[in-house]
């Protein structure tokens, strides 16, 4: 019989400076698998949602939002925060569990998703949810939206930092080639973005409905600097975002090699999960595999 | 009523000239100010704000699409960042940036959206943009702005700097007639009567408000008197106003350089139908691309002549004595 995931609540922080501990890796490699139990619940509670995009990117928001990114959750609006463009709205859901985890608003908000009168809509909506930047859904706007911003933070002289999630098959859409000549014509070296790369989109795999690759070399043409990393690793996660505050002169984009619906066996690399919502008997044989996870990681 | 309007007209002065002016001027006083085009600013003259200020100015290319975003971006950071290219570009190619994250997000930015109507004249019906209003009044949250000479919009840009919210303004690519004297102040969504009369209401914005006036003098010559409003914000719209003009004058003219359906024309006709539905007449133009040419010859050729106001006119009143207004509102 499964059981939900372990309660989380007060989740720790690990401040920037932070070095990457063995125990700081584990607990936030955890948490992840802690975050997708909690997104499973609230899908499975509203009948909506999408699963198989908010898996591939448990562990790269999960390092942002607890270790890497400098958030003030009691302001919110403070204007030195450093900001995500969760560019891939649809995945919204993890975000959401991140941000209440953090502390921006409480966790029973979280069950409210997609529901009516809830501050939790469909996709990304700024002013309704505390600790989200921008609109998202429509895909395709990360990039230039948030060069824009790291265009501000020099203009403001701040040292603060701007990160964009996207996920590949958004990479079809024109306006993201726009946003990388624009970042790369300024040289916004305070700009990180993240390609969940999980190799699926709505209706098949990227390779099949619009092939992207060799996508670290389009990248690079761009004159962006490109890490690639294995995007559920949380070490090599940590490691490339450091990476990323180092290099200089222009921006960089890590692409993570995820995997979608990671963490459950039967949505692992099916475009099904892409918006599917388990029935009781999958989101059971769901829980428990992801418990077992949990439990791996507090072994 | 304070002289609001010249006679005769001052001489045509540049609008394009007048905008980069109050951009520089506002770059002066603000330093929140940024400024953004799409590789136009030889063409709307934002050239003149990049000139002084280089630090806040930003070509994004040919991406009209990105230009809204890096807009957004900057906005979020609470600069109010005033993004610069063709009114048709913002209301088609990136008119799905506008809706998600101007009216929907609520992003705070401004988009000075030039070449509008038919000024961009020689250019063709690929590069004029008769649908920009109806497509942006259907948005929630968009505020629009149509200035009619030099210095509405020497006095209504820094208001919609100063506005909480998307905007959009809407230029001319042309020189246009010196409308207004100093005594002009115009609020964003306040409708301004620059003349009196009883017999009817003529209702402009934008290079139809000289000919609004024109026509109305002709009309007066004839014995009749019409009262002509300048509707400089076409959203939120002046229903107060439009409602008081209908009920005293009983019948109502439009005049825009923009489709008649979905503008001013569109605007008029909701809040005359559900408050005082008197006759209405709407000139612009009648649901078609027009043609290159010179833009005063195109403005008259698809029914935006002076003559084609004061017809329109004629036509309105002579509806209202078939109906006079008491026996529509009794009916209603």
Redesign the interface.
Known sequence: MATAAAPVSAARVYPYTAPHSAAMVADLSRRAYEYRAQVLKMVHGSKSGHIGGAFSIAEVLACLYFHQMRLDPDNPTW?DRE?L?FSKGHACAMLYTCLANRGFFPLSELQTFRKLNSHLQGHP???KTPGV???A??L??GV??????????R??GSRRR?YAILGDGELNS??IW??L??AS??ALDNLTVIVDYNGVQQTGTTSHVMPTEPIAEKWASFNWHVIEIHGHNVAEILAALDLADEIHGRPTVIIARTTKGKGVSFMEGQPAWHGGIPDDKQFQSAMAELDERISEWNA | MERLIRNPFGSPTPIRKTYGEALVALGAVRDDVVVLSADVQSSDFSYMFEAAYPQRFFNVGIAEPALVDVAVGLANAGKIPIANTFAFLFVTRALEMVRTHLCYGGANVKLAAAYSGLSDSFDGPTHQTVSDLAILRSLPNMTIVVPADSLAVEKLLPQLVAWDGPAYFRLCRNDLPQIFTDAYEPVIGKGVTLMNGDDATLIACGVMVARAIEAAQLLAQQGMSVRVVEMHTIKPIDSDLITQCALETGAIVTAEEHSIIGGLGGAVAECLSQHAPVPLERIGVNDTFTESGPYAELLDKYGMSVDAIVTAVQRAVARKHANPIEAICEAV
């Open positions: 204007n900001r463009v909506e700024p002013k930047e921008v609109a859904g429509p395709g706007h230039a939206i948030a060069a824009g911003m790291a265009l501000a933070a203009m403001d701007i024109g306006v726009e946003g000549m624009v014509k300024f």
